[in-house]
């Protein structure tokens, strides 16, 4: 049966926009649920109304980002059985188990606590009521990491076997999943730049409310907080981002050889500064990679393999193969990627006629190829190359973003401490512009990481493009524009009541 690339670019499209929207409410509920959680404790500490009335004030934000928040991750999570029901019967027995977790476990944990953090003033114990806005704190996390975890299990699948009598793949080690290495670096990088977010969120907010002398004491104490937890959380996020890049060049060299706009392999490879990406540029061409470019000698090499002269494969090493190295072409992964899906017909054909001699043979033939199963699917190697120049300006951009969130929560940290805040109109205004760089750094990573992989709905083990459901582009495109519509009306009522909550003042 042929693939109907209009419904796989449509369902792709949808569930693109669920995951971005999804992602400007997420991040930001992760990081401010903890420096809700330590305004709190200041406040049980020092027992000062101007620190409840910051926490209160703070916690009315949460809550409204927080409800808009779950309505759409569960659509997102919806999708899958609508949208993606072949990737659903494929690989639902692993992906299933962390989402149904972190509905049961997770999300029940900080559903309950959230009611008691903000209807429990006066109501419930002083100590008992900062217990709960820690406890919806690490509720939230712990939805995070779940999420993350099927995430990265799509990234980098580990723990399961393929049934050949079911077409499905099955959980074999729970543990492994779990604590999939790149499950481990994804979730601390992604909690990272969400805690940063959060706290130029704050930080940006307080400085507006300083340049309007608006609760300007209180909106002072509020920078103080946010601008030493942001800047303790960007030097997490670098410090994380180069635990999750090393784990990405070992486990998706296709997609860190894109992130780089890299080609041509080398010993002691250099990594790109700046620089125009030839669009143009396909494989073996002779052209350049580059229309202009600065680099960093040995620095690629460095943050891929810890040595400053190991080699970084490139997208031509991993199209045609290099054997110095050890890498097969593609050309050869398809092939046998063919003979496998070849071998599983075989076998389905044996069995339901009862040949158990055939359906042997096409069992081990099967087993022979069955880790280039995914490959069989495509027909030439140039559909295995992510779209290099997106996922390239979107990663650069990124680092770029993040390189600013480092300066600005600094520069707002010292001025705070010294308390010289006060009068620094420029320092203030870019930290209001830096709330939208936060966001925008923050969605760059997820595209980075989704377009990085493609086109795989499973690395090496399912394509996108055999992942989607039975359905007519036509309900895919109506849905496409209502939750569109939809997202957008959230959006627009959320950026309304917090806008209103934010004059009001502390």
Do not use: C
């Not at 609508?82 to 299933?96: L, P, R």
């Not at 070992?250 to 990594?271: C, D, N, R, V, W």
């Not at 705070?416 to 750094?441: C, D, H, N, Q, R």
């Amino acid at each position: 049966m042929g693939v109907d690339f209009a419904l796989v670019d449509w369902s792709r499209a949808q569930f693109a926009l669920t995951a971005l929207y999804h992602w400007i409410f997420v991040p930001l509920t992760l990081g401010f649920s903890f420096i809700v959680a330590i305004m709190h404790t200041i406040y049980l500490k020092t027992g000062s109304e101007e620190w409840k009335k910051i926490t209160k004030f703070w916690m009315k934000l949460f809550g409204i980002n927080f409800a808009i928040g779950v309505a759409t991750g569960i659509i997102l999570e919806f999708e899958f059985g609508t949208n993606w029901s072949n990737y659903s019967w494929f690989v639902g027995d692993i992906f299933g188990a962390p989402l149904a977790i972190e509905g049961i476990l997770a999300f029940f944990m900080e559903s309950t606590f959230v009611a008691i953090m903000f209807f429990g003033w006066g109501r419930v114990n002083k100590k008992f009521h900062v217990l709960s806005s820690w406890l919806t704190a690490i509720g939230t996390n712990l939805s995070a990491i779940w999420i993350l975890i099927a995430n990265a299990w799509m990234q980098h699948p580990t723990g399961m076997q393929f049934n050949p009598d079911t077409a499905r793949n099955e959980m074999m080690n729970f543990a492994e999943v779990v604590f999939n290495p790149t499950a481990v670096t994804k979730f601390l990088h992604t909690i990272s730049q969400a805690y940063l977010l959060a706290a130029v969120f704050v930080m940006g907010v307080s400085a507006w409310l300083i340049l309007r002398n608006k609760s300007v004491l209180l909106a002072k104490k509020s920078l103080l907080v946010s601008s030493i937890f942001g800047f303790l959380a960007s030097l997490f996020v670098v410090f994380t981002g180069d635990m999750h890049a090393e784990d990405v060049a070992q486990t998706q060299p296709m997609k860190f050889a894109s992130m780089e706009g890299l080609y041509k392999g080398h010993e002691g490879q250099s990594i790109v500064v700046f620089g125009f990406v030839n669009g143009n540029k396909k494989p073996g061409d002779g052209q350049d990679d580059f229309h202009f470019v600065i680099k960093i000698p040995k620095l690629l090499s460095l943050l891929a393999t810890r040595t400053v002269n190991g080699f970084v494969p490139g997208i031509e090493d991993l199209y045609f193969g290099n054997q110095q190295h050890n890498i097969e072409p593609l050309i050869a992964k398809i092939d046998k990627g063919k003979k496998a899906v070849d071998a599983l017909k075989q076998y389905k054909k044996a069995k339901d006629s009862g040949d158990n001699k055939l359906k042997s043979q096409a069992l081990d033939e099967f087993r022979k190829y069955e880790k280039y199963m995914g490959y069989g699917y495509f027909n030439k190697p140039d559909e295995l190359i992510p779209p290099v120049k997106y996922v390239f300006y979107s990663f650069h951009l990124m680092v770029l973003f993040g390189s600013w969130l480092i300066l600005i929560t600094f520069v707002m940290m010292f001025l705070s401490i010294k308390k010289k805040v006060e009068g620094k109109k420029f320092w203030l205004e870019a930290t209001m512009w830096s709330m939208l760089i936060a966001w925008l750094a923050t969605e760059l990573g997820w595209i980075t990481a989704e377009m990085g992989r493609q086109p795989w709905a499973v690395t090496e083990l399912l394509p996108v493009k055999i992942a989607t459901s039975h359905l007519s582009v036509g309900n895919v495109q109506l849905t496409f524009f209502m939750f569109l519509t939809i997202f957008t009306l959230l959006l627009i009522a959320e950026v309304k009541i917090m806008l209103t909550q934010i004059k009001k003042g502390i």
